[in-house]
């Protein structure tokens, strides 16, 4: 069993920048690939990032690749988005994700644990 947390969302103008966290409970957070994703208003919940279990391999949307950055500390249980020159089209809940056989994945079914997500603002 895997709990996430997320945390650090938050309102912020168009060009600015914010940090998400996602804390995990558990002794299996450093086996598990993390993985971000985010929905925004009627649209269907959307990859964004995902970085391996060793921190080896990240991936990115296309439309975040440049501006964000995923990261992970695995003495603290934890995984990071930086998100550095926001614009509006970001504005979604931003959800985190654990995948136990610690491979990568852009799709969503392939996760197996979820948070509970936090919001992101970004005005214009």
């Known amino acids: 069993q895997v709990l996430l947390v997320e945390s650090g969302g938050g309102l912020v103008q168009a060009g600015g920048s914010l940090r998400l966290s996602c804390a995990a409970s558990g002794r299996t957070f450093s086996s598990c690939a993390m993985g971000w994703f985010r929905q925004a208003p009627g649209n269907d919940r959307e990859f964004v990032a995902a970085?391996?279990?060793?921190?080896?391999?990240?991936y990115y949307a296309d439309s975040v690749k440049g501006r964000f950055t995923i990261s992970r500390d695995n003495a603290k249980n934890t995984m990071y988005l930086q998100m550095n020159s926001l614009i509006p089209e970001d504005t979604a809940v931003y959800y985190c994700a654990a995948r136990l056989n610690g491979y990568s994945s852009t799709r969503e079914p392939e996760y197996d644990y979820w948070g509970q997500g936090t919001q992101v603002t970004v005005s214009s």
């Open positions: 970085i391996s279990r060793s921190e080896s391999y990240t």
